[in-house]
């Protein structure tokens, strides 16, 4: 399999030729985590059945050796069971359902909130044969994305402080998958790419603790996530009144540390304390 250790893989691209789809930003790491060159089919939203000789309607979609695999997760799983002598994307239903509740929170606590302040951009930014397309998928009825997207500098600073549990579970490791990236990294970098896709303003301040993660994702493999066509992530300008964008205090209680005994809890059950004493009517 993987003729001259390469796999094809069909694309979906914005005008800048950056990849739009976090499916696929997920699929791009997972071949590159194998150690496989990628041979990118390029093109957006219209024709991909065309493209696919009529094998999907959806991308992202990969060619090993004659062999068509469809859909991110089986694309991910074939590459496992194809190549296990090559490093290990996923390797155990725990890793599994892991990454699958991170990629779930993080689309439901910040992607969905992150939509309706990019929906202009993500017009704008797809190729001129995809706009009407983009237009009629993402518009709802009785508003235009413009609307949509008015006042985004108002909303964009509350989405920041919803980021914290990724932040917490980042503190005492290099990477979700521990000591090395695995799937569950590249499944939450996508988001991560396809908002420097797509929104042409930063969404998280220069001083996130997530950039150190984020940087050392972008930079994996050559640096595939540095496409010329990103937009930056970090810059978010906070006004006066904006919440604090990220937490800048210890994680405490049995996130933070194991207890093995006093010593060891005796300076955190001080500071609780004092808070319950502060936070107590006289």
Do not use: C
């Amino acid at each position: 399999m993987a003729k001259d250790n390469r796999i094809t893989l069909y694309d979906l691209q914005l005008r800048t030729g950056a990849t739009i789809s976090p499916f696929v930003w997920a699929t791009k790491y997972a071949i590159a985590h194998k150690g496989f060159e990628i041979d990118i089919v390029p093109g957006g939203f219209t024709g991909i059945v065309e493209r696919t000789g009529g094998r999907s309607e959806r991308l992202p979609v990969i060619v090993d050796d004659g062999k068509w695999v469809l859909d991110s997760w089986l694309i991910a799983e074939y590459l496992d069971e194809t190549h296990p002598d090559r490093p290990i994307l996923i390797g155990s239903r725990q890793v599994e359902v892991a990454t699958k509740f991170i990629e779930t929170w993080l689309w439901t606590t910040v992607l969905r909130e992150w939509m309706p302040n990019i929906v202009q951009d993500y017009r704008d930014m797809s190729l001129d044969v995809d706009r009407d397309y983009v237009t009629r998928t993402r518009t709802p009825p009785g508003k235009t994305l413009e609307e949509i997207q008015a006042g985004r500098e108002d909303r964009l600073p509350l989405i920041p402080p919803k980021l914290e549990l990724l932040r917490t579970s980042l503190r005492e490791t290099p990477w979700l998958g521990g000591e090395a990236p695995n799937y569950t990294d590249y499944r939450a970098l996508a988001v991560f790419l396809f908002m420097a896709a797509v929104a042409t303003t930063p969404v998280l301040t220069e001083d996130d603790p997530l950039r150190d993660w984020i940087d050392r994702g972008f930079d994996l493999h050559g640096g595939l996530g540095r496409h010329p066509g990103l937009h930056p992530l970090f810059g978010l300008k906070l006004r006066e009144g904006d919440p604090e964008p990220f937490s800048k205090a210890p994680a405490a209680g049995g996130l933070a540390k194991r207890n093995t005994g006093p010593a060891s809890t005796h300076e955190e059950t001080e500071r609780l304390q004092a808070r319950m004493r502060e936070a107590t009517p006289a």
